[in-house]
Structure formats: structure tokens, C-alpha cells
């Protein structure tokens, strides 16, 4: 079975300060890793992905995470933080030996940006 | 571009009466839709698979002949929450991927079911 952890229920940052929003997987095979964001009131949005290639990946709105396969983290980051970055950050994998084809989700980060 | 809708986005029914939830890809063709659940606080969790012209997958747990998945097109898939109980109020998320399975997904806003 595959599962996602997200440590921490809410990450406080300074406006300016870089932001970490943390996340390991657990999967039998390779990973297929995802970052969603929600926003109030709105459907999740895709920041990014990891398939396979480079461990650093950039996605949306300034975002990167580095995929770290001996530690099975795909922490997400953000080298300055936006008062806007605040919402809640999802953390998603699939393992690419099949099983379920949908996504198994953290239990989610709410990120909170102080100006 | 990659916009899914879904309606209605909350919905308010009596105990033993069906609902219908519609999910649309508006601006793209959608291989393969599915079907989440989120409770409040929680996370997303997978209810169901579905492949145009094909029978949905369900994950374990989830009662196919209560939740019945149609998917007619590459642009529709509906979910039917049948003899609906106050136990089955939840937020009903659905999403659309394109082509090969390390796409990415994309997300409906959700619908609300009260079941009084």
C-alpha cells in the first residue's frame, strides 16, 4: 500500500522568508509525486511534479521540490514567501507499479504567511 | 486551459432520496476521471476509477451500488449517490487526467452533500 505523510499541520513564515512544506512517501515500487494547492472555495490547483529525471523540479508560482529518494521526501519550497502563497498544500504520490490509479493525498499543510 | 466543473457545487437532499453529482472537463478530452471524498479536516481519499466506455474501479470499502459512477463521455462523468444518508454528507471531489498515468490530475471545486 502507498501512503503520504505531511508532518506538520501548519507552517508559519515570514513574508520574504523562504518556506518548507515538508512530505514522505511510502510506496513498493518508484513514485509518481504531486503538490496540489487549495485555496478557500476553489479546487485544487497543480504546483508540480516528479516523474522521473532531475530531483529538483520547478513548478508554479515560484515553487521547487527536491525529490530524495534515500530519505523518500518530496519537500516543497519556495525561496520567498508571498502573503498570497497562504493556503492549504497537498502532498500526493502514485507508485508507478500500479494499484490504485488515482492519487493517495497527505492529510494536507495549511501554510501561513505573516506579512 | 485543463479546467474541470462540477454541479452542483452543494447539494441539501432527504435521508433515502438519490443524488446526482456531474463532473466536466470543459476544454479538454479526459481519459480517465476519478472520484474523491473529503471529510472536514482531512484529506482527500480515492473512491472510485473511471475510463470512458468502461465500468468504474472502486477502491476497497466503497460500496459500488451505492455509489454508482457513469462515464459517457470524455468530457462527463456522473456520480450517484443512491438512498443517501445523513452518514454519506461530505465533500465529493472529482478530477480529470489526460493521457498516460504520470499526468498530472485536474481538480472540480467539489460539491457539498447534506444529507438531512
Known amino acids: 500500500a502507498q501512503s503520504v505523510a505531511q508532518p506538520e499541520d501548519q507552517v508559519n513564515v515570514a513574508e520574504g522568508n523562504p518556506l518548507t512544506v515538508k512530505c514522505t512517501y511510502s510506496?513498493?515500487?518508484?513514485?509518481?509525486l504531486f503538490w496540489y494547492v487549495q485555496y478557500p472555495n476553489r479546487g485544487l490547483q497543480f504546483l508540480l511534479k516528479y516523474i522521473t529525471g532531475d530531483n529538483l523540479v520547478k513548478g508554479s508560482y515560484g515553487f521547487e521540490a527536491e525529490f530524495n529518494k534515500s530519505q523518500t521526501s518530496f519537500h516543497l519550497k519556495k525561496p520567498s514567501a508571498l502573503v498570497s502563497d497562504s493556503a492549504l498544500y497537498f502532498c500526493?504520490?502514485?507508485?508507478?507499479?500500479?494499484?490504485?490509479?488515482?492519487?493517495?493525498f497527505g492529510k494536507g499543510t495549511h501554510l501561513i504567511i505573516q506579512p | 486551459g485543463a479546467v474541470v466543473s462540477q454541479h452542483p457545487s452543494w447539494v441539501i437532499c432527504k435521508s433515502g432520496t438519490s443524488v446526482k453529482i456531474e463532473c466536466r472537463s470543459l476544454d479538454f478530452q479526459a481519459t480517465t476521471m476519478f472520484w474523491y471524498r473529503q471529510f472536514p479536516k482531512q484529506s482527500l481519499m480515492l473512491m472510485a476509477t473511471s475510463n470512458e466506455g468502461s465500468k468504474a474501479t472502486y477502491e476497497q470499502g466503497v460500496e459500488k451500488d451505492k455509489f454508482l459512477i457513469n462515464h459517457a463521455s470524455l468530457t462527463l462523468s456522473t456520480l450517484t449517490v443512491t438512498s443517501a444518508h445523513p452518514e454519506d454528507s461530505s465533500f465529493y471531489i472529482c478530477?480529470?487526467?489526460?493521457?498516460?498515468?504520470?499526468?498530472?490530475?485536474?481538480f472540480g471545486p467539489g460539491t457539498r452533500l447534506t444529507v438531512l
Open positions: 478530477s480529470a487526467r489526460r493521457g498516460l498515468v504520470q499526468a498530472e490530475q485536474f
Open positions: 500526493a504520490v502514485r507508485d508507478r507499479r500500479g494499484g490504485a490509479d488515482g492519487l493517495t
Open positions: 510506496v513498493s515500487g518508484n513514485p509518481y
